[in-house]
């Protein structure tokens, strides 16, 4: 959660310690991971923070300054009303909303701002996280939430989609996503097995 990277010595140039691979900005725009927040990561209750923190960590590994914290549509929603309707203000592009069972954070969120929203249902012990699936996935048409997948790989893909909205207006990081694609690709051709 903690934005800090590591910077190059010789260039002064910020270095992605986690993913060596891929390139750093030499923007000229304002770097992306000095900035205020652009993407925040909302979740139901901490219990969902071991999933969420792929998310959390893939932003980190693109160098995007973000948010991350517990803020519930139910256990605390003036918070949550306060929090959406504040967002663009402060400068925030994006929500990341992940909640379960009957989640309704990432609507919640939706309701308050026309900033892009992001839900990721969380598994749930009850259904599996079907319950929180359909909760987020089944918006009333006017208030949009793009909805990932349940659990990790909707965690990791909220942010990639973050990602890749920030890219549009930022040809540098658009690079590094290519980047990444690439070095997936790669692996996957490069894969033996035994
Ligand atoms: N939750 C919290 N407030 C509203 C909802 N839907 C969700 C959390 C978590 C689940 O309830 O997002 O996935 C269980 O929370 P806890 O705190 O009981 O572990």
Redesign the pocket.
Known sequence: MAKQRNTDKKSGRKRNTRSPHLPVSPSPRPPISAAAPLVAIV??????WDVMRHADQTLTDFGIAHECRVI????SPALASEFASGAEARGLEIIIA????????AGVMAAHTVLPVFGVP?K?DALNGLDSLLATVQMPAGIPVGTLAIGRAGAVNAALLAIAVLANARPDLRAQLKAFRHEQDRKIRETVLD
Not at 43 to 48: L, N, R
Not at 98 to 105: R, W, Y
């Open positions: 979740m139901g209750s901490k219990s969902d519930s549509a139910h256990r992940a909640a379960g069972g009957a989640a309704h954070l969380m749930s």
